[in-house]
């Protein structure tokens, strides 16, 4: 059967997400979030699965930590000094 047109008006007026799949964030959307969100709590130690970061601020983390011990990290190094400036 088919929903009517009212009853998906009704759930996409309150936002709501039809597909499970997520939207693609770009590294630079995050970081500009990261900024923010320091600017507004004064530290980058962001809680786990936080609705605006999900699990990126600890993949950061380890990505760098293998930058750090010459294995292969996705960070360039570019990525690795804006982190490191803020």
Not at 23 to 47: I, N, T, Y
Request: hydrophobic share 25%; proline share 3%; charged share 35%.
């Amino acid at each position: 059967s088919q929903l009517s047109q009212y009853r998906i008006d009704k759930p996409n007026g309150a936002g709501f997400q039809w597909s499970l799949t997520r939207k693609s964030v770009s590294w630079e959307q995050r970081f500009e979030a990261l900024k923010r969100f320091k600017e507004e709590h004064g530290h980058c130690v962001v809680p786990s699965g936080h609705v605006d970061f999900d699990s990126w601020p600890s993949y950061q983390r380890s990505e760098y930590k293998n930058w750090k011990e010459g294995k292969k990290s996705k960070l360039t190094k570019e990525k690795i000094d804006k982190l490191i400036e803020i």
